[in-house]
């Protein structure tokens, strides 16, 4: 079966939209309108949800198969990006004096950033980061600012493909249940789980929704209907929360209330739209980004935190939006070179544990 292009072209989209989501939210906080972060979160991460509930089969062993190597490709990373910080940290303090880098951190950093910083490695953040406990590493902290979606994404995946293998003539019935479950938890705030199981809830609706999808396409005379609607909603939602709710999109998505459930489903509707619609015929960057998203979602984690230098170097001394131009440009080129490392280091973090597995079989 030939691959689907449209899916890896979406994938990389979202993720050139996930960049620019950090480049506004991260360094960006401080020099980028209001406005146009709000507006950045148009195109968020409820897309992946949804292009790996299209995506995803009944195969229990194979999706099982595809975490695992996901979870060792994190393990992975994580070990690299503990090294990084580590001799970062060691290596900065011959150009910068520790107060500069506690003050820098502090100053340009966010919830996530060090509010101190110690240059002994820290092992037991390397065990909470293979559990999927994201301690903050300093030098990096978008890294564990952007890892609640990996998370989420182990957790919906395991239900989804027992519910596709297990309850295939009843998926609309788990569909009706979470969004009955989210909706619940909206209403009475005080029953909204905490950690992820809140999340879970909506993510899964969107996964099998999508999955729902799969190879169908929206008819051209519904597209308006589907439009109009999500226009209704918007509507709805400034006139019942007030105008101010613009401002607080970020807040209403962790965990996903509704007005940010709302906020997503211009995106949502969009990707369906063009599913089946939008062909894709030769690969190209975007395709290429898409094919290889878990490597640029780690890479961007990265070039995100570095991209502060930068920002303190240049913030102030041009117009804003020359600066998100220039932030972002350098953000993408970052992480396409980070994204290349980072897939040498896996495969030769595999090659290493092909050739212990060999040593200790014979």
């Given at each position: 079966m030939n691959r689907d292009l449209y899916i890896d072209f979406a994938k990389g989209l979202a993720t050139l939209s996930i960049i620019f989501i950090h480049t506004a939210f991260w360094s960006g906080q401080f020099y980028i309108p209001t406005e146009v972060r709000v507006f950045s979160l148009v195109f968020d991460v409820a897309l992946f949800y949804a292009l790996s509930g299209i995506t995803s089969g009944s195969n229990i062993e194979k999706t099982f198969y595809r975490l695992l190597k996901l979870q060792i490709t994190y393990m992975i990373f994580v070990t690299l990006l503990f090294f990084l910080d580590y001799f970062f940290k060691i290596f900065g303090l011959s150009f910068f004096s520790l107060e500069w880098l506690q003050n820098f951190y502090s100053t340009f950093g966010s919830?996530?950033?060090?509010?101190?910083?110690?240059?002994?490695?820290?092992?037991?953040?390397?065990?909470?980061?293979?559990?999927?406990?994201?301690?903050?590493?300093?030098?990096?902290?978008?890294v564990m600012g952007s890892f609640w979606y990996l998370k989420v994404y182990f957790i919906l995946t395991v239900f989804g493909v027992l519910i596709l293998r297990?309850?295939?003539?009843?998926?609309?019935?788990?569909?009706?249940?979470?969004?009955?479950?989210?909706?619940?938890?909206?209403?009475?705030?005080?029953?909204?789980?905490?950690?992820?199981?809140?999340y879970v809830a909506f993510y899964l609706a969107i996964f099998l929704i999508a999955n729902r999808m799969r190879g169908k396409k929206i008819p051209t005379k519904i597209i308006p209907v589907l439009y109009t609607i999500v226009a209704g909603l918007l509507m709805w939602m400034f006139w019942y929360y007030g105008n101010e709710i613009f401002y607080k999109i970020n807040k209403n998505k962790f965990p996903p209330k509704i007005p940010y459930i709302i906020w997503t489903l211009f995106s949502l509707v969009t990707l369906f739209v063009f599913y089946n619609r939008l062909k894709i015929t030769r690969e190209n960057l975007i395709t290429y980004i898409g094919r290889n998203a878990i490597f640029f979602y780690f890479a961007q984690g990265i070039s995100s935190s570095l991209v502060y230098f930068i920002v303190v170097s240049l913030n102030e001394k041009m117009p804003w939006w020359v600066l998100m131009i220039l932030i972002y440009c350098i953000n993408i080129i970052l992480a396409i070179i980070i994204a290349e490392v980072l897939k040498k280091t896996d495969r030769l973090g595999w090659n290493v544990l092909e050739f212990l597995r060999r040593k200790t079989a014979s």
């Open positions: 919830k996530y950033a060090a509010t101190s910083i110690s240059t002994e490695p820290q092992w037991q953040n390397l065990g909470n980061w293979y559990l999927h406990q994201y301690t903050n590493a300093d030098t990096f902290p978008v297990f309850f295939p003539r009843h998926i609309n019935w788990f569909i009706g249940l979470c969004i009955a479950l989210t909706l619940i938890f909206n209403i009475f705030p005080g029953l909204y789980p905490t950690g992820q199981v809140g």
